[in-house]
């Protein structure tokens, strides 16, 4: 499957939790063929699952009494170990049940950035919010939340429109879409903000990201969005320790904010 960490792989039947009845893309069976992954984090089990609409996704539902559901929306680099290892460290340490989505769903793209960037205008805004829907109800929990970086925060940001989630986390979300990825089937996050629900919407934002200028990041708060600036950080500066532009104690705070914004524990600066 791609990935570089040892595992053990066997094909098994997985009984699904129970879905809610209201919801959206519900799963139409209890049961889907997957390929389960050991990773050896603690007692946790990882697990690739296929959603009813093909796309792949990772999932972590061993927490016996999940606070809430969290759906994650990769950066432009898809699901990879960076991501099966945040979904299961989120899983054990924020006590939810956690699934993040592959956005670039039957393609071999490698690992070079150009042809993603490439891709990205073919891929369309209700395809991808079908599969955040679809991550959503394979988690079982009554209430849950979205979080995206960089590609996957502009997705956040789209997001908005959809009363699936209850709160929505986006990392340095593109605020308008770049014009090399415009196309008829990207919408202006902006838009959909103003559509949607802006105010369950967090924005982490560095005040160095060329995709993140002041004035984008003031329309972003003009539309009700919450908007938390770390200054001087640059773009993907806290999800992965191994980007130059990475800043712990950053990193730090804007998980931890993350975290409170999605249980609704506390206000964050705007």
């Known amino acids: 499957m791609g990935l570089q960490r040892e595992v053990v792989a066997e094909e098994r039947e997985v009984v699904m939790p129970p879905q809610r009845e209201d919801a ?22 990882v697990m690739r699952i296929t959603l009813p609409s093909g796309t792949l996704a990772e999932i972590d539902t061993s927490v016996p009494s999940p606070s809430m559901g969290l759906v994650i929306a990769p950066d432009i680099f898809s699901l990879r170990p960076l991501f099966d290892d945040m979904v299961a460290r989120l899983a054990r340490e924020w006590n939810m049940a956690v699934c993040a989505v592959e956005p ?3 393609r071999s793209l490698g690992a070079d950035i150009q042809p993603r960037f490439a891709a990205v205008p073919s ?3 209700a395809h991808h919010l079908r599969d955040l829907h679809e991550a959503a109800d394979a988690l079982g929990t009554e209430r849950v939340g979205l979080m995206g970086f960089c590609m996957g925060g502009m997705y956040c940001f789209k997001s908005a429109v959809s009363s699936r989630f209850d709160r929505i986390a986006s990392f340095y979300g593109m ?5 090399d990825w415009q196309s008829s089937t990207q919408a202006e996050p902006l838009a959909m903000l103003a559509q949607g629900d ?3 919407v967090l924005a982490i934002i560095g005040t160095k990201d060329p995709y993140t200028p002041p004035a984008d990041v003031s329309a972003l708060r003009a539309v009700g969005c919450n908007v938390v600036e770390y200054t001087e950080a640059e773009h993907g500066f806290a999800h992965d320790a191994m980007r130059p532009s990475h800043r ?3 990193a730090a705070d804007a998980f931890a904010r993350t975290r409170d914004w999605l249980l609704g524990v506390t206000k964050n600066e705007q």
């Open 198 to 200: 802006a105010g369950k």
């Open 123 to 125: 891929l369309d805004d």
């Open 104 to 106: 670039f769903p039957g």
């Open 175 to 179: 605020i308008r879409v770049p014009n």
């Open 24 to 45: 959206p893309h519900r799963y139409p069976h209890r049961s889907a063929r997957c390929s389960s992954l050991r990773c050896g984090i603690g007692k946790t089990e």
């Open 248 to 250: 712990a104690a950053d």
